[in-house]
């Protein structure tokens, strides 16, 4: 019998996350990630009459129809067997068209590679039977990972409940595979994405309002 292919995705609860940055720092040190640059992140934002604080854990949304990919003029990155979006460091040139046409500013440069990095769930960590480091070093089990395909996964019965959803780019909608809970405040992203050329993205990427 043929192994169903995975599908990786992160469920994220922002009640949850203290600000510990314990995610950030295991996700720095797990991928060597230089100094001054990150592959997560932790948005705060201020609510309420009360000015409530409220952090949002993010960082590559792995996208079901990712803006990078299509803005690649080399291949470099590309969508992997397992849904996640990667980057084929031999491939890459690190122009960097992919760091602009991102929605999410999930990406950056690498100083000492000169490659184009960014957050692939650990992948290494993966293909041995482990977990992201920011999910596994979470205190406050902000983050649960898992396979969409896997009805029985701990992600797949959260987003049954219905109280999970999708947060996109106010502009762009690149189908992420990170969920937020309903009734939490989105953090709004920081930058609209830039294609270069004539490279254009499926229909169902850019947002109407029809």
């Not at 803006?67 to 067997?81: F, I, L, R």
């Not at 992600?155 to 219905?162: A, C, E, F, I, P």
Request: with cysteine; proline share 7%; aromatic share 8%.
């Amino acid at each position: 019998m043929t192994q169903m292919q995975k599908k990786y995705a992160i469920v994220i609860d922002p009640l949850n996350c203290i600000d510990c940055k314990a995610c950030l720092i295991a996700c720095k040190v797990e991928n060597q990630v230089p100094e001054s640059f990150w592959r997560n992140w932790i948005k705060e934002n201020n609510t309420g009459e009360e000015l409530r604080t409220q952090y949002q854990p993010g960082q590559c949304m792995q996208c079901d129809d990712p803006s990078c990919v299509a803005a690649c003029p080399v291949d470099a990155t590309y969508k992997g067997e397992n849904g996640l979006v990667e980057i084929n460091l031999d491939k890459c040139i690190g122009c960097g068209n992919c760091v602009t046409a991102c929605p999410y500013d999930a990406r950056y440069r690498n100083s000492t590679t000169k490659k184009v990095d960014k957050c692939d769930f650990c992948n290494h960590r993966l293909e041995v039977g482990e977990i992201p480091a920011c999910v596994e070093t979470c205190p406050t089990k902000t983050r649960v990972f898992g396979d969409l395909n896997d009805p029985e996964s701990a992600v797949s019965k959260l987003l049954k409940s219905k109280e999970y959803m999708r947060i996109v780019n106010p502009l762009v909608n690149t189908l992420p595979n990170i969920y937020y809970r309903n009734g939490t405040d989105s953090v709004h992203w920081p930058k609209v994405p830039t294609l270069p050329g004539e490279i254009h993205m499926s229909p169902k990427f850019w947002k109407t309002n029809t």
